[in-house]
């Protein structure tokens, strides 16, 4: 087994959300606009699935929706908002999403069947938002990561806030590391950051991705640093730019 390449010293994109207006799209499913009822096999129906919803794609985590949103005036305009996970990417998951490897991604949303729209559309008239950053290391054998994480609890600022505050876990559901903020709640001031047991997470909650894509590598002691740049504002604070496209 192999380190992973560039590890200590890459920032990369881990998720993010891309939407662009449905009249740049040269295609679009009814599937993600029209209504869905479940029904018995009596015909009674059960309930409505409205046309808003999430629609997952494969099963590493992208998702398409319609819905409308603010793209870049004030009015609302029907959008199709594109979820992409790094996890799309399979044996490429560490390097994370960059210019060379959104074409995978790309293929992914054209593949699903439910779109068309050209990669020049998709780069020219989409925008890029909620960015989750990371930055993986390999964290030193001789150093408790637990006792690590309530170190930086002590040197952190304490506040009665709601989302304004740290917190350290360690749980089954949670995994271990520290969290600064809440994804809801970040602002540019008070952004949401964790620094959480990459090797944990993947041995659990994610170990038949591992074990499928990500056999070569040796992740014993890998950490993750995470953080969520949301919108524009956001986007222009901490980037120094407002172009999100």
Do not use: W
């Not at 540019?188 to 964790?194: D, E, G, I, R, T």
């Amino acid at each position: 087994m192999s380190k992973i390449s560039k590890v200590s010293n890459q920032c990369t994109i881990d998720s993010m959300q891309v939407r662009i207006p449905l009249s740049d799209l040269s295609k679009h499913s009814s599937s993600l606009t029209d209504n869905t009822y479940l029904v018995t096999s009596t015909g009674e129906v059960i309930s409505e699935l409205t046309s808003n919803r999430k629609h997952q794609v494969g099963d590493k985590g992208l998702s398409l929706q319609i819905k409308g949103i603010r793209h870049k005036g004030r009015e609302n305009i029907d959008c199709l908002v594109i979820g992409a996970p790094s996890k799309i990417l399979g044996s490429q998951y560490f390097d994370g999403i960059t210019n060379d490897s959104f074409r995978i991604i790309y293929d992914a949303i054209i593949g699903s069947g439910l779109v068309g729209v050209s990669m020049d559309a998709l780069l020219s008239s989409g925008i890029a938002t909620d960015f989750d950053i990371k930055k993986d290391s390999y964290f030193p054998g001789h150093m408790d990561f637990g006792q690590y994480c309530y170190h930086l609890k002590r040197q952190a600022k304490p506040t009665t806030d709601i989302g304004k505050g740290c917190k350290v876990y360690n749980n089954v559901n949670d995994g271990r590391g520290i969290q600064f903020s809440t994804r809801k709640t970040a602002t540019a001031a008070y952004p949401f950051l964790k620094l959480y047991d990459k090797a944990r997470e993947l041995h659990t909650k994610s170990l038949s991705f591992t074990r499928e894509c990500l056999p070569s590598y040796d992740i014993t002691g890998l950490v993750r640093a995470e953080v969520t740049v949301k919108n524009r504002q956001q986007f222009k604070r901490v980037i120094k730019s407002a172009d999100n496209s």
